[in-house]
């Protein structure tokens, strides 16, 4: 008996479909006004991003990076977020309940760009890097906002004092981002 050909195309191209969505990335809608103005900076235009889940493999993230992450406080809902201090950095936060953290080892400290309109880690403090989930590396829709997502921190948010990232993990994403271009932040991802 000889299976239909669709059939054939169904059961090699679902799991393979998976596969890549799960391990290499995807493209997300991004809501809300937390990211603003990187993403959604026009009320009546919604972003979509790729989200690169191969780019996060080794929990490999750095300051300025937009990553979608599991909320820390509702784990049914993933958000968009900039990374602004790692593992050992000082921060100085706005309306936590310290005015300084030292960023503890296997966290990071992520805000939204919109400052005073984000559920970020001034609410909830430090995020393990486990939650993290993808980096957002650009913007694929609209076609007008077709560009990559720049890594970088605002002036204004940069640590007070940098910890010390281990040797292996530097050396390996500067030779990576000396090879391709670096990608950036995003806001709420549903």
């Given at each position: 008996?000889?299976?239909?050909?669709?059939?054939?195309?169904?059961?090699?191209?679902?799991?393979?479909?998976?596969?890549?969505?799960?391990?290499?990335?995807?493209?997300?809608?991004?809501?809300?006004?937390?990211?603003?103005?990187?993403?959604?900076?026009d009320?009546?235009?919604?972003?979509?991003?790729?989200?690169?889940?191969?780019?996060?493999?080794?929990?490999?993230?750095?300051?300025?990076?937009?990553?979608?992450?599991i909320?820390?406080?509702?784990?049914?809902?993933?958000?968009?977020?900039?990374?602004?201090?790692?593992?050992?950095?000082?921060?100085?936060?706005?309306?936590?309940?310290?005015?300084?953290?030292?960023?503890?080892?296997?966290?990071?400290?992520?805000?939204?760009?919109?400052?005073?309109?984000?559920?970020?880690?001034?609410?909830?403090?430090?995020?393990?890097?486990?939650?993290?989930?993808?980096?957002?590396?650009?913007?694929?829709?609209?076609?007008?906002?077709?560009?990559?997502?720049?890594?970088?921190?605002?002036?204004?948010?940069?640590?007070?004092?940098?910890?010390?990232?281990?040797?292996?993990?530097?050396?390996?994403r500067?030779?990576?981002?000396?090879?391709?271009?670096?990608?950036?932040?995003?806001?709420?991802?549903h």
């Amino acid at each position: 008996m000889r299976f239909p050909t669709f059939l054939k195309s169904l059961l090699l191209g679902v799991p393979v479909g998976v596969t890549l969505l799960d391990c290499v990335g995807y493209v997300a809608r991004v809501e809300g006004v937390s990211m603003q103005p990187a993403l959604n900076p026009d009320a009546t235009v919604t972003d979509y991003v790729f989200l690169s889940r191969w780019a996060v493999r080794n929990m490999d993230v750095q300051r300025g990076d937009i990553i979608s992450l599991i909320s820390p406080k509702d784990p049914t809902q993933k958000i968009i977020k900039r990374v602004v201090a790692l593992q050992g950095d000082v921060i100085s936060t706005l309306g936590y309940k310290l005015p300084y953290v030292t960023v503890p080892e296997g966290h990071c400290w992520v805000e939204g760009d919109h400052t005073g309109n984000s559920l970020d880690s001034n609410t909830f403090g430090p995020v393990s890097l486990g939650l993290v989930t993808a980096r957002a590396t650009q913007i694929v829709w609209p076609p007008s906002r077709w560009q990559q997502l720049p890594s970088t921190v605002p002036k204004t948010r940069e640590p007070i004092a940098m910890g010390k990232r281990p040797a292996a993990v530097a050396s390996s994403r500067s030779v990576n981002n000396s090879s391709s271009s670096s990608s950036n932040p995003i806001g709420e991802v549903h």
